[in-house]
């Protein structure tokens, strides 16, 4: 399973970016897709994940301003950022969790991270 992010850049504050995350997991089911950020001397926290069945969650922080969305045929997750503030400044990073077809076992595969700066 590779996944490959992009649409991270700079930005002033209160602007908008937004993040794609493609999979290729070919013979995978996908369970759950999301997003970690980790920012200079912070540990990685979640920002935001949806499951399979369109269920979402989010950072207290980004509620409301983040939108996590996904296309399971394609394999494909976007998160939909506004209302940017320099405190969202960090390396985003997608994740997929997924089992082979006839397996129940998840695995979780990382995305190589973005980098997403937000200034003042």
């Known amino acids: 399973v590779q996944l490959q992010a992009s649409g991270g850049g700079l930005v002033q504050a209160g602007g908008s970016l937004r993040l794609s995350c493609a999979a290729s997991?070919?013979?995978?089911?996908?369970?759950?897709m999301g997003w970690y950020r980790q920012a200079p001397d912070k540990q990685r926290e979640l920002v935001a994940s949806i499951t399979r069945f369109g269920s979402t969650n989010y950072e207290d922080s980004v509620s409301g301003r983040f939108f996590i969305s996904a296309d399971n045929t394609k394999r494909t997750q976007w998160l939909q950022m506004n209302s940017l503030k320099p405190e969202d400044t960090a390396i985003y990073y997608c994740?997929?969790?997924?089992?082979?077809?006839?397996?129940?076992?998840?695995?979780?595969?990382w995305g190589q991270g973005t980098l997403v700066t937000v200034s003042s």
């Open positions: 997991a070919t013979g995978f089911t996908i369970y759950n």
């Open positions: 994740y997929v969790d997924v089992a082979r077809w006839g397996r129940s076992d998840q695995h979780r595969y």
